[in-house]
Antibody
Framework: QVQLQQWGAGLLKPSETLSLTCGIYAGPFSGYYWSWIRQPPGKGLEWIGEINQGGITNYNPSLKSRVTISADTSKNQFSLRLTSVTAADTAVYYC????????????????WGRGTTVTVSS | EIVMTQSPATLSVSPGERATLSCRASQSVSSNLAWYQQRPGQTPRLLISSASTRATGIPARFSGSGSGTEFTLTISSLQSEDFAIYYCQQYNNWPKTFGQGTKVEIK
């Protein structure tokens, strides 16, 4: 059963860059999209963006100017980079696998990482 | 951006009773709708994809229905472990947006 393990810095200062990596264990990289989602304290879920094996990315326009999602398929990993963070970026960040639906065109989240708490504070 | 609106925000239900949660999309998302459960302090868990397909290992008391803009998640007989927050998400269009969640609490 595939597992996602994520790591990265949990405490940042304003204007710094958030960097998280998610490792994929017991499962292939190909055939799925791989995404990042975040959840501010006490709030709901926000989809950040996704990447597939071919390097195709899709981002949330609300974050697009600051976000980069990249992948290293040789290591079965993908990463999130968010620049110029502020207190509003304080959240639990989840990596996730997106599984193809019946028509293999639309992808939904079926596996979640455990989450990394990222706090932005001066 | 497609806006997903869930109702009610909070649902108070007694154990053993039926719970009906609603999710409305601001435009059609076909059947590309998923439901997730998030227990306190835990990671979200997939319950339903394609509006009505239960994920592996999800009990039959969970069922989903709807298409287009109106969707429903029904929990036929609430168990203690079902008290949680439930989110819908559309994956028909980018960005893939979530509803704000419905909290199911013990009455």
């Amino acid at each position: 059963q595939v597992q996602l393990q994520q790591w990265g810095a949990g405490l940042l200062k304003p204007s710094e860059t958030l960097s998280l990596t998610c490792g994929i264990y017991a499962g292939p990289f190909s055939g799925y999209y791989w995404s990042w989602i975040r959840q501010p304290p006490g709030k709901g879920l926000e989809w950040i963006g996704e990447i597939n094996q071919g390097g195709i990315t899709n981002y949330n326009p609300s974050l697009k100017s600051r976000v980069t999602i990249s992948a290293d398929t040789s290591k079965n990993q993908f990463s999130l980079r968010l620049t110029s963070v502020t207190a509003a970026d304080t959240a639990v960040y989840y990596c996730a696998r997106e599984h193809p639906g019946p028509n293999f065109y639309y992808f939904y989240i079926d596996v979640w990482g455990r989450g990394t708490t990222v706090t932005v504070s001066s | 951006e497609i806006v997903m609106t869930q109702s009610p925000a909070t649902l108070s239900v007694s154990p053993g009773e039926r719970a009906t949660l609603s999710c409305r999309a601001s435009q059609s998302v076909s059947s590309n709708l998923a439901w997730y459960q998030q227990r306190p302090g835990q990671t979200p868990r997939l319950l339903i994809s394609s509006a009505s397909t239960r994920a592996t290992g999800i009990p039959a008391r969970f069922s989903g229905s709807g298409s287009g803009t109106e969707f429903t998640l029904t929990i036929s007989s609430l168990q203690s472990e079902d008290f949680a927050i439930y989110y819908c998400q559309q994956y028909n269009n980018w960005p893939k947006t979530f509803g704000q969640g419905t909290k199911v609490e013990i009455k």
